[in-house]
Structures are given as C-alpha cells and as structure tokens.
C-alpha cells in the first residue's frame, strides 16, 4: 500500500466553521472582470446546495455498514465539512443575486433533476455517483491550490471561500470512495457511472454558465468568451490540466491518496487561510468582539 494512503488514515477531518464577508462583493463581473468566468463560478455555486445535500444522503444510506472505526469518524466529518460547504453557499449565492444574477432558478432546477432522475436509483447507483463527484472535486481542488493563478483576478470573498472549499475537499476526497470499496467494491460498475457523470457534469456546467451570463445581461462580449475558452482549455487551463489526475480513476490500484495530497492542505494553512474568518481562532474573536 502506498505510504500516503497510510498517511491520510491519521487525517483528522474536521469542518472549519467560517465567517465570509460576502456582503463585500463588488461586481457583477468578479471574476477577473470577465463575465464568463465570473458566471462559469456562479453555475458552480449555485448547485452546490442540492450536490452536496445528495453527497450526504447517498453517503448516509450506507453509514451503518461501515465497520472500520477509522472510517465511521471520517464519515462523520465528511457530512460535517459538506453540510457547512452548502450553509456557506447558500449564503453567498443570496450575494449573487444581488449583483443580478438568478441562482434561485439554478437551485429550483437542479432539485426537480435531482429529485426525478437521481434520487429514485439504486443506492449503489447513488453512492457510486458520489465517489465519482468527489474525485472531481478533490482534483479541481488540488489544482486549485496548486495554481494559485487559475483564481488570479478573482474578489476576494468568492476566493476565499473556493480555497475553503477546496482544502475541506481534498481532506475528505477518499471518504465515499473508502465507503464505496468497504461495502460495495464493484469497480467496473463505478467506472461506467463516471463516465456518465463526467458527461452530465460538463453539460450542466456548460448549460449553467450561460444561463447565468445572460440572467445577468451582461452576455454580448466576445472577447469574455475567449477569455473563457483560454482559461478553461488553453495551455495550463482546467480542462487539460484535469485530463490526467481524472484518468488515474480507471487505473488498476488506484486510491485518492495514492500520490498524496497532503502538501496541499499544508500549503493551505500556511499561505492561503485567512484566521481571522475562521470562527475558532483568536484572530476571529479579536476581529469580533462580541
Ligand atoms: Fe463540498
Ligand atoms: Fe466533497
């Protein structure tokens, strides 16, 4: 076994409870003042609510068969960290409509999705979808703190709480996935509900972004488009930069862990975090005196 599937077997995973000023967002084009990167983020945190509400349930179905002690207290902290993760966009999304956008309609359509086409499945079908969701958000949240340049431009509200939600990501990236191997196993089966999910995602993605760009009116710009595209799939952009880490999935002895991960969540701590939003340092109480 690799030693960081060892390592991460000590990780503590605990949720941060934070306090974001989102009521500081400025622009409706926050994100390097190109609406389409600012509304590809929107579409993101807009379905966040419903996703992680269905990582929950779907992880839950199966808590009682998990015997490893270990992993029971993952569990726990992963439905911990995710709730949190919805709470805090939840909150932000009610920010982004006031600059014009309309995440209600996301989150309304998004739940009828959900309610009509996943929740109805099997719960080996529910559990699988979420360890494929977990693995794309544990790469997207390496990548993240690794290239600190693909949130380059971004406010610092909405950045803050991406590089929250990207550590919180990785600490629990393997806990549906210990889940699924632990009481299910059946890889053939989880490979084929990826490339479902991938398909899915990039369509819901897609179709998000420009639903949001044009509930904001601020859509007739060219030159966003291709700020978009480049940042999205040019040299160094997310697509290309993914294509390896998504594909480490269908290999034989893969595990979330098997090449560590570890240093992001140091690297996070270090350089990134900000004390004074989470509620349990004494930078916080400082700030807030109550
Ligand atoms: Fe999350
Ligand atoms: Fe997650």
Redesign the pocket.
Known sequence: MSKFIDDHQKLEIKPRHMDFPFGSLKKVKFFDNNIYKSAFMVGMSAGFPVGEGE?LASVRNYRDQVTSPNLKKQVKGFIGQ?GHHSHQHIKINEELDRLGYNTKKIDRSFRKTNEKYIVPRSNKFRLAHTVCY?HL?GIMGEFALDQPKLLEGMEDPFKDLMLWHCVE?VE?KSVAYDVYMETVGDLKYLHRVMMLTITLLSFRLTKYMFSMAFTSKNWASLKDLSGFISWMFGKGGMWRSLRKPFMEFFKEGFHPWADGGLEFIEKWERELARPEQNKSTKEYRLANPS
């Open positions: 990582f995710e977990e958000t990501e629990h």
